[in-house]
């Protein structure tokens, strides 16, 4: 059987309460140099992931010569 509600934080009045919404124009950003930035970070991060993956087989590849 369902128990009855109870109330467990005390509810305040709409006066006791302090909170504001205060909103701010501003200019529209750059969208074409906010992608650029974020291609670059994505490059950037995809660049260093590939650096720090192909580093152990840079030694351990040293004394091999590649054929042509």
Do not use: C
């Amino acid at each position: 059987m369902p128990r009855p509600y109870e109330r467990k934080t005390d509810r305040r009045s709409r006066a006791e309460r302090r909170y504001s919404v205060r909103a701010e124009h501003r200019e529209q950003p750059d969208v074409d140099l906010l992608a650029e930035l974020l291609i670059r970070f994505a490059l950037q991060d995809a660049g260093e992931a590939r650096a720090a993956f192909t580093e152990p087989w840079n030694g351990a590849l040293a004394g091999i010569k590649r054929r042509k």
